[in-house]
Every structure is written in structure tokens, then in C-alpha cells.
């Protein structure tokens, strides 16, 4: 699963722990080197509409535990992909609910699947056209250089490699140019095998 991250701000309603919130915003580069084209997350809302879903709301992309409320409504609009949530009585979404109102937290990051996209190879910008929306996070830094490579690990340690384009933006996270990271992806080629755990264990990336 990809992830947007960027500061998007939101909005504490009263004191029933409702909020407003951009989810992701349209029209910008993200760190990743993603843009989100308008009418990028229509098709995204209409398959939740249908199964009656909405995406997850969850803190830093923790899948493994529970939600910290639920979101109610989302559109997209003229900034980005708006969401009206509640947080839940929880601990977790009562210090949420705390943060949000002291202005203490004011990003958020978007987990989602690409559905189409289209790469600037000249740029290396990669124009998202339609993306299926799975979650949004509560995340305490909109620019958080770790999540792609922490996503790589969770995905090896699955027996799953990254893909060309995830290769290549964890190349540029780690400090490589544009130019350097495409080259070296250009010749990547993820094989669709098991990993050994064990044989990992020697690695400092994975302790």
C-alpha cells in the first residue's frame, strides 16, 4: 500500500470529539514525488459508497490496532479529499481529541492503492489519476523520510519485494537525485519469491 503524507490541516467541532480535516490535498507534490490530479479520488468514494464502507481512521498507519474512530463523510472538493470524522472515547482518541484541540497535531497521511497514474519521466513526478483511498492516519510529521522505508521493511518481512516505483522512491528518500534513483530502478526487477526470515536477521535494517 502507498501512503500521501503531508500537513493538512483540521478542524476540533465542540465537544463531542468531531472534527473536519483534509485527508490529502490535490495539486502538490508530495515527498514521494506524487501529485494527486483532480477527480483523483471520485472513483475511490464511489466504491466505498457501494459497499457501504468508509476508509479506516487510524494513528501513524498502525494496522494492527484498532481504529481511533470513524470517519462519517468524505468528498472531494476544489483543496482535496475532505473527511468529517469522529474519534472515539478511547484513550487513543481522547489524547486525539486533546492534540487536535491544543493545535498540538495537524498532519495527516493517506493509505491507499493506485489505480491509475502516469509517470513524468523527464520530471519524475508521478501524476496519480484515481487512487482507492484505505485508510487515513493521524501522523506527527508531515514529511516523515522513515514511512517508505519502514513500509519496504513490513513488506519484505512478508516475503513480498517493493515494486519498481516503491525501489525508486525509497532510493530518493535515502538521498539519492531523481535522476540517480530512476536510473538505478530502471534495472530493478522485484521476483515474485518467498524471503527467509532468517537470513535477515544479520541485517541492521531489520533489528
Given at each position: 500500500m502507498n501512503k500521501i503524507i503531508m500537513e493538512c490541516q483540521w478542524k476540533a467541532v465542540?465537544?463531542?470529539m468531531s472534527?473536519?480535516?483534509?485527508g490529502n490535498v490535490k495539486n502538490v507534490e508530495d515527498l514521494a514525488g506524487d501529485i494527486a490530479l483532480d477527480g483523483c479520488y471520485a472513483k475511490s468514494i464511489e466504491m466505498h459508497k457501494e459497499r457501504g464502507t468508509t476508509p479506516k481512521l487510524l494513528?501513524?498507519?498502525?494496522?494492527y490496532l484498532p481504529p481511533v474512530g470513524k470517519i462519517r463523510h468524505m468528498e472531494e472538493?476544489?483543496?482535496g479529499f475532505l473527511i468529517d470524522g469522529k474519534l472515539s472515547k478511547t484513550e487513543r482518541g481522547k489524547e486525539l481529541h486533546i492534540l487536535g484541540k491544543d493545535e498540538a497535531i495537524d498532519s495527516f497521511s493517506m493509505g491507499y492503492n493506485v489505480l491509475d497514474e502516469k509517470m513524468d519521466?523527464?520530471?519524475g513526478i508521478n501524476y496519480l489519476k484515481s487512487v482507492h483511498i484505505r485508510e487515513v492516519s493521524f501522523v506527527n510529521f508531515a514529511c516523515n523520510e522513515d514511512s517508505l522505508l519502514q513500509s519496504m521493511k513490513s513488506q519484505i518481512l512478508d516475503g513480498k519485494?517493493?515494486?519498481?516505483?516503491?525501489f525508486e522512491n525509497i532510493l530518493r528518500?535515502?538521498?539519492?537525485s531523481?535522476?540517480?534513483?530512476?536510473?538505478?530502478?530502471a534495472s530493478y526487477k522485484p521476483k515474485k519469491q518467498s524471503v527467509e526470515l532468517a537470513a535477515l536477521k544479520d541485517y541492521a535494517l531489520f533489528k
Open positions: 465542540g465537544d463531542e472534527f473536519t480535516a483534509y494513528w501513524g498507519h498502525d494496522y472538493d476544489s483543496k519521466r523527464e520530471t519485494m517493493p515494486t519498481v516505483r516503491e528518500n535515502v538521498g539519492f531523481r535522476k540517480q534513483a530512476m536510473f538505478m530502478a
